[in-house]
């Protein structure tokens, strides 16, 4: 069986998890605490060398690590990726940009301030940066969301799944979405989506390892 190592209070995590179950793929639940260097043990670390969680085992003993290109591998030949090559590529361009301007700020100051304000980290002298930073990828995703009800083309994809993830939670870093119809909008739509389930959910399909 697929085997998904996982923290459950992560996005990351949650993309993965969200796909999956979405997909229908039944998976192994292993759980790892991040705050307790569960990922950070020889025995991770000789699997998935970034010592990071979401990282998945296929059935073939196949290994693969980060959020995003473990969701573009599940999601090929599905509804959740495209046939078409242009918007295959912009769904790579919403990936990308959740992960270099958006995850950085958003899941960041929500791990700081929500999942680990006890442990020692020294991007809290960069908080109101980040704050900063974080408002302004919400201001490109209410752009672009403003005349459109997905990120890519006319169908719920893993470019929505992938910022979502930490959008939908950006309250609990203390962002505030009231100002963002669109973003609010489009969220709801995410969440009305078939077999959809809350991020710190396990799925029926997983078993726990």
Excluded: C
């Amino acid at each position: 069986m697929l085997k998904l190592y996982d923290y459950l209070p992560s996005g990351n995590g949650y993309k993965v998890r969200l796909l999956l179950t979405q997909l229908g793929i039944s998976f192994q639940l292993i759980e790892r605490d991040i705050l307790k260097g569960e990922t950070r043990t020889p025995e991770f670390l000789a699997k998935f060398p970034n010592g990071r969680i979401p990282a998945v085992e296929l059935d073939d003993g196949k290994l693969l690590f980060e959020s995003n290109a473990i969701i573009s591998y599940f999601s090929e030949n599905t509804n959740y990726s495209s046939k078409d090559a242009f918007e295959r590529a912009l769904i790579l361009q919403w990936l990308f940009f959740e992960q270099y301007s958006h995850e950085p700020y958003i899941a960041s100051v929500r791990y700081l301030v929500h999942v680990g304000p006890e442990v020692p980290d020294p991007r809290r002298a960069m908080l109101d940066t980040m704050i900063r930073r974080g408002y302004d990828a919400l201001e490109v995703m209410e752009k672009h969301l403003a005349p459109r009800e997905w990120f890519v083309g006319n169908n719920y994809s893993i470019a929505d799944i992938a910022l979502y993830a930490y959008t939908h939670v950006a309250d609990e870093g203390g962002f505030d979405l009231r100002k963002y119809p669109a973003i609010r909008g489009w969220l709801a739509r995410v969440k009305a989506q078939p077999r959809h389930i809350a991020i710190t959910e396990r799925p029926n399909s997983a078993a726990k390892a």
